[in-house]
C-alpha cells in the first residue's frame, strides 16, 4: 500500500483508521451478513449507526439540548438557500462577504429576499476577515457569516457582536478543526469532506426557536429544505447518506479517541504554523492572509510567478505531496491541514519547500 501526502481542500485526507474500519465492515456489517451500503435507512441498525453519530458529535461540540443536529444532502451549497428560505421571516438578512463562499451564500440569498452586505472583504483582495464596525440593524432575521474561507484562507476568529440579531455561519472548513461555541450561534452547518467525513452529508446544527413551525417563506421552500420536518424526520424525510453518515460517525468516534476537539486545534496549530513560521521568513514564498486572519486549516501561499508556482506544485508530486495546487479563483498554492493530515506530513512539505528555495532563489 503507499499512500501520498494529501493537502486537498474538500473532499480531503480521511483518518487510516476509519478507513481501515470500514474495510473491516464492508461485507458484513457486525455479523448481519451484509454491508451498511446494503442496509435499510428505516432499519434497526441504521438508527443505532444515526442516533450514535449524533450521540458523538453533541459531545464533541458540546451542543446544547436546545439545538437539533440534522445530517442532510445538496452540500454546503444547498444551505445557501436552505438558510434564508427558513429564517427569512421579515425577508431581510445582513451578511459578511469574507470570501466567494460567503460572497455566493449572499446571492443566493438575495434571491429571496433583501440582503444587506454588513462588511467585505474585497478591498483587502479578501486578505483578512472583514469586521462588524457597530452592531447591525436589530430586526435583521439573522447575521451571516462564513467562518473560514477554504480558497483564500482566512479564519475568523469567533463570533461577530450582533446584539438579539443570530448568527448563521458557515463552518465547513474549520468543522471539527477547534472547539467551537455552539451557543453563540443560531445555526451552524458544514459539508462534512473536510473534517467530518466523506462529501454527500451536510451537518446542520441549529437552534430550536429558529426552526419554529416551520419555514419562513413556506409557500415555496422544498419540503426537503424545512429544517421542521427534517427536525420531526430525524433527517430521514427522505433515503438518507446512509454510508455517508455511517463514515462521519465513525470520524466523529476517532476524534473522541484521539482526544477531541482541543487536542485536535492544539495539533492543528502545530501543523499549520509550522507553514506559517516558514513562510514568514522565506525570501521566495510569501503567505497571502494577513497573521490575524490566518486559517487553522488552509494554508495558502505563492512565489508570485505563475511558472514557478506550477514548476512547485510538480515537484511535490514526485515526493508524494499531493493536491497543493491553489484554487483556479487565486491561483499559487493552498495546503489544507485538516484532522487526518499528519505533522509528518506538513513537516515533508515544509522540507520540501526549503529544498525548492534554495534550488530557485
Ligand atoms: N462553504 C465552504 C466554506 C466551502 O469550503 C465549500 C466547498 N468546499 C462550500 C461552502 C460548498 O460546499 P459544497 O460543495 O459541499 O456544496
Same mark, same amino acid.
Given at each position: 500500500?503507499?499512500?501520498?501526502?494529501?493537502?486537498?481542500?474538500?473532499?480531503?485526507?480521511?483518518?487510516?483508521?476509519?478507513?481501515?474500519?470500514?474495510q473491516?465492515?464492508?461485507?458484513?456489517?457486525?455479523g448481519?451478513?451484509?454491508s451498511?451500503?446494503?442496509?435499510?435507512?428505516?432499519?434497526?441498525?441504521?438508527?443505532?449507526?444515526?442516533?450514535?453519530?449524533?450521540?458523538?458529535?453533541?459531545?464533541?461540540?458540546?451542543?446544547?439540548?436546545? /439545538?437539533?443536529?440534522?445530517?442532510?444532502?445538496?452540500?454546503?451549497?444547498?444551505?445557501?438557500?436552505?438558510?434564508?428560505?427558513?429564517?427569512?421571516?421579515?425577508?431581510?438578512? &445582513?451578511?459578511?462577504?469574507?470570501?466567494?463562499?460567503?460572497?455566493?451564500?449572499?446571492?443566493?440569498?438575495?434571491?429571496?429576499?433583501?440582503?444587506?452586505?454588513?462588511?467585505s472583504?474585497?478591498?483587502?483582495?479578501?486578505?483578512?476577515?472583514?469586521?462588524?464596525?457597530?452592531?447591525?440593524?436589530?430586526?435583521?432575521?439573522?447575521?451571516?457569516?462564513c467562518?473560514?474561507?477554504?480558497?483564500?484562507?482566512?479564519?475568523?476568529?469567533?463570533?461577530?457582536?450582533?446584539?438579539?440579531?443570530?448568527?448563521?455561519?458557515?463552518?465547513?472548513?474549520?468543522?471539527?478543526?477547534l472547539?467551537?461555541?455552539?451557543?453563540?450561534?443560531?445555526l451552524?452547518?458544514? &459539508?462534512?469532506?473536510?473534517?467530518?467525513?466523506?462529501?454527500?452529508?451536510?451537518?446542520?446544527?441549529?437552534?430550536?426557536?429558529?426552526?419554529?413551525?416551520?419555514?419562513a417563506? #413556506?409557500?415555496?421552500?422544498?419540503?426537503?429544505?424545512?429544517?421542521?420536518?427534517?427536525?420531526?424526520? @430525524?433527517?430521514?424525510?427522505?433515503?438518507?447518506?446512509?454510508?455517508?453518515?455511517?463514515?462521519?460517525?465513525?470520524?466523529?468516534?476517532?476524534?473522541?479517541?484521539?482526544?477531541?476537539?482541543?487536542?485536535?486545534?492544539?495539533?492543528?496549530?502545530?501543523?499549520?504554523?509550522?507553514?506559517?513560521?516558514?513562510?514568514?521568513?522565506?525570501?521566495?514564498f510569501?503567505?497571502?492572509?494577513?497573521? #490575524?486572519?490566518?486559517?487553522?486549516?488552509?494554508?495558502?501561499?505563492?512565489?508570485g510567478?505563475?511558472k514557478?508556482?506550477?514548476?512547485?506544485v510538480?515537484?511535490? #508530486?514526485?515526493? @508524494?505531496?499531493?493536491?497543493?495546487?491553489?484554487?483556479?479563483?487565486?491561483?499559487?498554492?493552498?495546503?489544507?491541514?485538516?484532522?487526518?493530515?499528519?505533522?509528518?506530513?506538513?513537516?515533508?512539505?515544509?522540507? /520540501?519547500?526549503?529544498?525548492?528555495?534554495?534550488?530557485?532563489?
Amino acid at each position: 500500500m503507499s499512500r501520498v501526502y494529501n493537502f486537498a481542500a474538500g473532499p480531503a485526507a480521511m483518518p487510516l483508521e476509519v478507513l481501515e474500519e470500514a474495510q473491516g465492515e464492508l461485507l458484513d456489517y457486525k455479523g448481519l451478513g451484509y454491508s451498511v451500503l446494503e442496509m435499510s435507512h428505516r432499519s434497526a441498525a441504521f438508527q443505532e449507526i444515526i442516533d450514535d453519530a449524533e450521540a458523538t458529535l453533541r459531545r464533541l461540540l458540546k451542543i446544547p439540548d436546545d /439545538y437539533h443536529v440534522l445530517f442532510l444532502q445538496g452540500g454546503a451549497t444547498l444551505q445557501f438557500s436552505a438558510v434564508p428560505l427558513n429564517l427569512m421571516r421579515t425577508r431581510h438578512a &445582513g451578511y459578511v462577504v469574507s470570501g466567494n463562499w460567503s460572497r455566493n451564500a449572499w446571492k443566493e440569498a438575495a434571491r429571496f429576499g433583501r440582503a444587506d452586505v454588513l462588511a467585505s472583504g474585497e478591498e483587502s483582495g479578501f486578505s483578512r476577515t472583514p469586521e462588524l464596525d457597530v452592531l447591525p440593524d436589530q430586526t435583521l432575521d439573522y447575521v451571516y457569516v462564513c467562518q473560514n474561507e477554504t480558497v483564500y484562507g482566512t479564519m475568523r476568529r469567533g463570533v461577530p457582536e450582533t446584539g438579539s440579531v443570530p448568527v448563521v455561519s458557515d463552518v465547513s472548513s474549520c468543522f471539527l478543526s477547534l472547539p467551537l461555541n455552539v451557543s453563540r450561534y443560531g445555526l451552524i452547518y458544514a &459539508g462534512a469532506q473536510k473534517n467530518g467525513g466523506p462529501a454527500g452529508v451536510t451537518v446542520v446544527i441549529v437552534r430550536d426557536d429558529l426552526v419554529g413551525d416551520g419555514p419562513a417563506l #413556506a409557500d415555496v421552500t422544498p419540503q426537503y429544505l424545512g429544517y421542521r420536518l427534517q427536525c420531526d424526520k @430525524g433527517s430521514m424525510y427522505n433515503t438518507p447518506n446512509t454510508f455517508g453518515i455511517y463514515l462521519c460517525g465513525k470520524v466523529f468516534r476517532w476524534i473522541e479517541r484521539t482526544g477531541g476537539l482541543e487536542a485536535m486545534e492544539q495539533r492543528n496549530w502545530a501543523k499549520v504554523n509550522l507553514l506559517y513560521d516558514y513562510l514568514d521568513q522565506s525570501s521566495l514564498f510569501e503567505g497571502t492572509v494577513e497573521p #490575524a486572519s490566518r486559517s487553522i486549516s488552509n494554508v495558502c501561499f505563492r512565489t508570485g510567478d505563475p511558472k514557478l508556482d506550477a514548476a512547485f506544485v510538480e515537484g511535490a #508530486a514526485e515526493r @508524494g505531496i499531493v493536491n497543493i495546487k491553489g484554487h483556479r479563483l487565486v491561483g499559487g498554492m493552498r495546503a489544507s491541514c485538516y484532522n487526518a493530515v499528519s505533522e509528518e506530513a506538513v513537516r515533508a512539505l515544509v522540507a /520540501y519547500m526549503r529544498d525548492f528555495e534554495s534550488a530557485y532563489a
